[in-house]
């Protein structure tokens, strides 16, 4: 599922508009995101935990050519699904 099927199913599952849902979406979006910029985690009761990480600096290997390639350090979005999340997917 992308961006645009999870609006469309949105809008007709609320009995939203197309554009209400869309501005639901990105507000969402926008919202995890600027929480995961100031380091901040958003726990969604039920579903899981978004949090940012910070992932060292590591030397990598391009898999074509084999040439070792430096990696700098960066922070990475992480997500952790909560037990009823795995208990969903895990019947």
């Known amino acids: 599922m992308n961006k645009s099927t999870l609006i469309k199913t949105l809008a ?45 600096a590591r030397t990598g290997k391009h898999p074509v050519s084999g040439q070792l390639t430096h990696q700098p350090a960066c922070v990475k979005a992480v997500f952790k699904p909560s037990p009823q999340l795995k208990d969903a997917l895990n019947p």
């Open 12 to 56: 007709s599952e609320a009995g939203l508009t197309q554009a209400s849902a869309e501005r639901a979406v990105n507000s969402l979006l926008n919202i995890i995101t600027l929480q995961l910029q100031v380091n901040n985690s958003v726990a969604i009761q039920g579903f899981g935990t978004f949090s940012a990480r910070q992932a060292a």
